[in-house]
């Protein structure tokens, strides 16, 4: 069978995607980037807003036009299950059920309706996955699953409980992929820090960053996404041991109020919060820490607004990814909190915040000014430019050529902006 797999949402489905082409080469269907050629449509899905859902079901709507038969995988699929036959999908496959996928297409033309939830996590051959997006950086997800129930999330209930992988599988994936060119490395997880808590061996997300930076051929390490409490101090003692791990800490905050914080069941205080970040920055005095926020969670009063645009003030942030809240079907916030504010005052609060975090931006950025970095190729952007980012994940753009993506390039910053900055590459290094 023909098969194009479309991918929404974040980098685990991406990896996800990635895995599930694999899979199907292998038990000999054939891939499409064409939808239109397709004779199976897979979508692997996002949940984790109303709009990416409703984007699905519009797909399928599309898809069911052209005649197509459809897949569901991903957290729409768990979620959803059975629902998505009424839709006139074909199969559903459960978070954890990606080495079902090549049965239910090989069955797609019998008619009957397939669900495939059961785990398989363990049949799949990672270091394997040849159908990787890129050809010098890796996602490798490292644990599945999360135990934090945020009120407001939707995933422990669509990727499960926490599951880590065995390291040395992963130490054999990043080794493979070494040996065929890869130098960069993401280690994906919905609460990364979690990772080997369930093994029970003392295995953690340093010692693995720690024994992965050992690697031959291995330049760079990256880890998403982080949680405030599970976070551990030895990761920054890595990063100051060894100048392969990325400087850079996606750590989640959600809000600035202790009440706020409570409602969302987010287990730790906006002060035990502050003192991690300040704790990093006594280890890694450079190291880059962003953050999420959630504006307009329910109860969220103008003390509590203020708390976090005081938060935001003192901690700054290198990146901030904002949010208006909106409930989510089936999550504790959905069931239980009235979602009381008004719609204007959650746009009113986003975009006072989004403009504080510009102004944070541009004064962060300014020390960059000519500056020569150290940058990893990553691709040619629309307008021609190309880009990639240093140690600190800060993105910046320059004149290039194709063939130095995957390269690492000394860039010279010459143009600073809130956005991404500005440079011409001085050297390329060879490695
Ligand atoms: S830690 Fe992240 S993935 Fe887990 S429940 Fe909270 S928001 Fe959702």
Redesign the pocket.
Known sequence: MKVHVFTYGCQMNENDTEIVKQLLLKEGHELTENEDEADVVILNTCAVRRKSEEKVYSHIGKLKKKGKKIGIMGCVAEKEKENLFKRGVAFVIGTRALASVPKAVSNAKNGNKQLFLEDTLEEIEYHRVETRNSKHHAWVTIIYG?D???TY?I??YTRGREKSRPVDEIIKEVSTLTQKGYKEFTFLG??VDAYGKDLKDGTSLAMLLRESAKIEGVKRLWFL?S?PSDFSLEIPKAMAENSKIARSIHLPVQHGSNNILKAMNRRYTREEYIALIENIRKIVPDASVSSDIIVGFPGESDEDFEATVDLVKVMKFERLNLAVYSPREGTVAWKYLKDDVPYKTKVRRMSYLLNLQKMINRELNEEYKDKVVEVIVEAQAKNGLFYGRDLRNKIISFEGSEDLIGKTVLVKVNKITAGPLYGAIEKILEF
């Open positions: 999360c934090r129930f945020c999330c995933v422990p919905q609460n996404t949680y």
